[in-house]
């Protein structure tokens, strides 16, 4: 039923309540990302490229507290490195998903390919670009940074 909303408080979390939700393969993982984004870049740093089997890795930039992630069946691991850096990936099908750092307080990056509904952004630079392979050419226009924007 389509009827308009008497309550104040509903309509108001109704209009700031846009967000994209997204998946692992398998779907044991799933998550909710509050509108806006802060960000939207891929990144070409090796890390990102070893940990993703991939030559760049596109990732969303949010707010921690924006992002809600559904794992009924505790199957999110996460990978902590000894540069820095948490992944979080499932346990079950094996999917890298998310990347938190000291070095981003406050921050969740999702790996954009994951999501399932349109994001608020498309990819605004590349990032890290230094390190870039040479087998996987870019000729897009954005932007190409040596960090995160
Ligand atoms: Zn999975
Ligand atoms: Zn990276």
């Known amino acids: 039923m389509e009827a308009s909303n008497p309550d104040p408080d509903m309509a ?3 209009r700031s309540g846009a967000s994209a939700r997204g998946s692992c393969l398998c779907g044991a993982v799933g998550f909710a990302a509050e509108l806006p984004s802060k960000w939207v870049a891929h990144c070409h740093c090796s890390r990102c490229r070893r940990a993703h089997g991939a030559p760049f890795v596109t990732w969303a930039g949010f707010r921690t507290e924006a992002v809600t992630v559904e794992d009924p069946r505790s199957q999110l691991r996460w990978h902590v490195a000894d540069e ?7 346990g079950h099908c094996g999917s890298p998903m998310l990347f938190k750092s000291e070095r981003w307080p406050g921050e969740l990056h999702i790996a954009r390919a ?5 994001l608020d952004r498309a990819p605004q630079a590349h990032v890290f670009y230094e390190t870039h392979v040479d087998w996987a050419p870019v000729d897009d226009a954005l932007p190409k940074k040596s960090s995160i924007p």
């Open 12 to 14: 108001r979390q109704a």
């Open 84 to 90: 820095g850096g948490m992944r979080g990936f499932c």
């Open 114 to 118: 994951l999501f399932l509904e349109p």
